[in-house]
C-alpha cells in the first residue's frame, strides 16, 4: 500500500509568490492533518480535517494560510504572499476511523519549502 | 489549553545502558489518548507507541510506556538502548475534543 503522497517534494519560491502544497493520504483514511517543522520551531500542528470538514484549525497563521479538502483523495495547502519565515518542511498525516484526534497517525515525506 | 512538556531537549546514553524520555501533560479532558513518535534523520515522524488506556504499560520494539492519569505521564523508556535508536523523538496527545498537542521534542543520542 502507498503511503500518504506529497508535492512536491521540494519547493523554491521568491519572496511574495504563491506556494501550493498538496497531500494524497492513505486510501480508506478519514483524516488528513497538517504540520509545519523548522529546527527551530521543532512541529507545529496547523490543521486537519475528518471526512473532509474542517475540525481544527487552531495552528493556521491568520494571514496568508489556508488548507482545502475538496474530496477525500487529496488536500491542499496554500500559502500566499510567501515570506522567508514560511520556510519549514511542511508534513502531511492521515488516520484511520473515527479516532480523530486519538487515533495514530501516518505521516508523508513532507514538502520542503523554501522561500528566497 | 492541552499541552505535552518534554523535559529535555537532548538525551545522550551510551549504547546497552538504559534510557527514559519524559513526557507529561495537562489537559481537561478523560477521555485522551498518548502517543510516542519517532522520526528518524530525513524521515518522516512514525508512531513507536501509542496508549489510552490508564496504567496499561505498551510496548513495541523494545520501548515500553504506560500512561499515568494520576500523576499526567507518558514517559518512554528501553532498558537497553542501540545505535540505531538515534533520532527525535515526539510525545503526542490527541484529547475526545479533537484537539491534538505535541511536545517539542526530544534528541535521543546513542553513542557507543
Known amino acids: 500500500n502507498a503511503g500518504v503522497i506529497q508535492t512536491p517534494r521540494h519547493k523554491v519560491t521568491g519572496k511574495g509568490q504563491e506556494a501550493t502544497l498538496w497531500c494524497e493520504p492513505i486510501?480508506?483514511?478519514?483524516?488528513v492533518f497538517w504540520y509545519r517543522q523548522t529546527i527551530v520551531q521543532g512541529l507545529e500542528f496547523l490543521t486537519y480535517f475528518r471526512n473532509q470538514a474542517p475540525i481544527d484549525d487552531s495552528g493556521m497563521p491568520k494571514e496568508r494560510f489556508s488548507a482545502q479538502m475538496p474530496n477525500q483523495s487529496h488536500s491542499t495547502l496554500k500559502i500566499q504572499s510567501t515570506q522567508p519565515q514560511d520556510s519549514a518542511v511542511y508534513l502531511c498525516a492521515s488516520s484511520f476511523g473515527t479516532g480523530g484526534a486519538m487515533a495514530e497517525q501516518f505521516f508523508g515525506p513532507g514538502t520542503r519549502l523554501t522561500v528566497l | 489549553g492541552d499541552s505535552v512538556t518534554q523535559t529535555e531537549g537532548l538525551v545522550t546514553v551510551t549504547e546497552g545502558l538504559p534510557v527514559k524520555l519524559n513526557c507529561t501533560y495537562q489537559t481537561t479532558y478523560l477521555t485522551i489518548a498518548f502517543f510516542w513518535y519517532v522520526q528518524y534523520l530525513n524521515e518522516a515522524p512514525q508512531v513507536l507507541l501509542k496508549?489510552?488506556?490508564?496504567?496499561k504499560r505498551t510496548e513495541h520494539q523494545g520501548f515500553h510506556a504506560t500512561l499515568h492519569k494520576s500523576s499526567s505521564s507518558f514517559h518512554l523508556q528501553k532498558s537497553s538502548a542501540q545505535l540505531s535508536d538515534s533520532a527525535l523523538y515526539y510525545c503526542a496527545g490527541g484529547d475526545s475534543n479533537n484537539r491534538i498537542f505535541f511536545g517539542d521534542g526530544t534528541q535521543l543520542v546513542v553513542k557507543p
Open positions: 486510501s480508506g483514511h478519514s483524516a
Open positions: 496508549s489510552s488506556t490508564d496504567n
